[in-house]
């Protein structure tokens, strides 16, 4: 009878042992979760809409994951319908990291003070828009878009509207003027791509680099449309992290050091994921940035009266 009790004392200790050594690894694990008062804290990122929502879904989910592994945070990945309301979303402190266009970026930063462009890819230093218009026009320089109808992307968007309107009144033409019509706002590169080519529009502006990526995946027919004038370069993409004082407070000291190590880390032979996201965003790297970049994007965009 002794035997079988002290047989059944031990099983109980074992168990007891086994349910707290459970207990600290699930609280160890939930440390970095949870804010000083203890609920579990979600580190929000996001990105403008601005080319195919589910491909872009997709790549931002998978965005997420990576930094989470990387960061020991919490991040999930929130969709926007538009740019404004990403950039609210900003200012309220609802989202606390940013793929951001130039102007939004510019934007976003005016109105959360101490948020700071933290990376960009390489060809972010020299990007370009295209000007695009039906195969058949007779159409060569930007002047001759005088009393045509014209499509940009979105309003808010530097490759598909600021910039592309700045060189247009460079070159005499006033876009709220000279077309025919009151200029159209798509409301993304690839929707502007497909107004022209069916014929909506007969002539766009749009972000280079999402017109060479879907010409090389045969999904623009050149045989309806095609680009006539290639623009001057100019900053534009970068990732922006919101006040960094704010953010290592809820987050813990040296997160926004973190999070910008992660994605300057990222490289493509790394692994399948990593692979997958800078095949999403066409670059091989992302490297470091800083506000005073994008201060020529900031005088357009107050001259053109897209920032106050």
Request: proline letters at 3%.
């Given at each position: ?31 970095e979760q949870t804010g000083k008062s203890g609920k579990e804290v979600v580190f929000r990122i ?167 990526k879907l010409v090389e995946e045969k999904k623009v027919d050149l045989e309806k449309v095609k ?82």
């Amino acid at each position: 009878m002794k035997k079988v009790l002290a047989i059944l004392l031990s099983m109980l200790t074992l168990i007891s042992f086994t349910a707290c050594s459970v207990e600290k690894q699930e609280s160890s694990e939930n440390k970095e979760q949870t804010g000083k008062s203890g609920k579990e804290v979600v580190f929000r990122i996001g990105a403008i809409p601005d080319q195919n929502v589910s491909e872009l879904n997709k790549s931002m989910e998978t965005m997420a994951k990576y930094l989470s592994k990387e960061t020991g945070l919490k991040v999930e990945f929130v969709p926007s319908v538009d740019y404004a309301s990403l950039v609210t979303g900003f200012e309220r402190g609802e989202i606390q990291l940013v793929w951001f266009g130039g102007l939004t970026g510019v934007q976003a930063r005016a109105v959360a003070p101490g948020s700071n462009a933290i990376a960009q890819r390489p060809i972010d230093a020299e990007f370009q828009s295209v000007f695009i218009a039906q195969k058949d026009l007779d159409i060569a320089k930007l002047e001759d878009l005088k009393g045509k109808t014209f499509t940009f992307g979105s309003e808010s968007s530097t490759s598909g509207s600021l910039m592309p309107r700045y060189f247009l009144t460079q070159s005499g033409v006033d876009p709220d003027k000279d077309f025919d019509g009151a200029p159209n706002y798509s409301g993304s590169h690839d929707k502007t791509i497909k107004l022209v080519e069916t014929g909506a529009f007969q002539t766009g502006a749009l972000n280079i680099s999402v017109w060479n990526k879907l010409v090389e995946e045969k999904k623009v027919d050149l045989e309806k449309v095609k680009v006539f004038y290639t623009t001057p370069e100019y900053f534009d993409y970068n990732w922006t992290i919101n006040n960094a004082d704010n953010i290592d407070k809820v987050y813990g000291e040296g997160t926004r050091e973190k999070v910008k190590e992660a994605i300057l880390a990222m490289s493509a032979e790394k692994g399948s994921d990593q692979e997958e996201i800078l095949r999403f965003f066409q670059t091989d790297k992302f490297v470091e940035t800083k506000n005073e970049n994008y201060k020529a994007i900031e005088e357009v965009g107050k001259s053109l009266g897209m920032v106050k």
